[in-house]
């Protein structure tokens, strides 16, 4: 496995943590780490709310690295509470195909870090609406 892919799991991990922030919310159930294309990682975790204003870790960790100046995605990792079930929701995937449109398919996505198995987003996401 390519040492960045540990780097991304390392800086994931040091943000998972379930908590609970009111008896409406709670967060860190999941966590992710996002590689910009510029190297930089970015993390983020869910937050899960009970009238559904809640946020996945992916999207998090990518509207974080929005927030400090960057748009361009080339991995993504998640540490979800399932081992192996790694692959993004489809709002997830919606955002970073209209954030990328003409290179969201090259984005590689670890599916299952303890078995390496990384897929590209275009590969689980062949025919989205934007092309």
Avoid: H
Avoid at 24 to 42: D, M
Avoid at 110 to 120: R, S, V
């Amino acid at each position: 496995m390519d040492k960045i892919w540990r780097e991304m799991y390392e800086a994931a991990k040091a943000v998972l943590g379930a908590r609970k922030i009111s008896d409406f919310v709670t967060c860190g159930e999941v966590s992710a780490a996002v590689l910009s294309k510029s190297g930089r990682i970015y993390t983020g975790v869910c937050i899960d709310t009970c009238s559904s204003l809640g946020i996945c870790a992916e999207r998090n960790a990518i509207f974080n690295m929005i927030t400090n100046g960057e748009q361009e995605i080339d991995k993504v990792l998640c540490i979800p509470p399932m081992p192996g079930k790694g692959a993004p929701c489809g709002a997830c995937r919606e955002l970073m195909t209209q954030l990328m449109p003409e290179g969201y398919k090259d984005i590689e996505i670890m599916i299952d870090y303890e078995k390496e198995q990384i897929m590209k987003l275009g590969e689980l996401t062949p025919e989205w609406w934007i092309g």
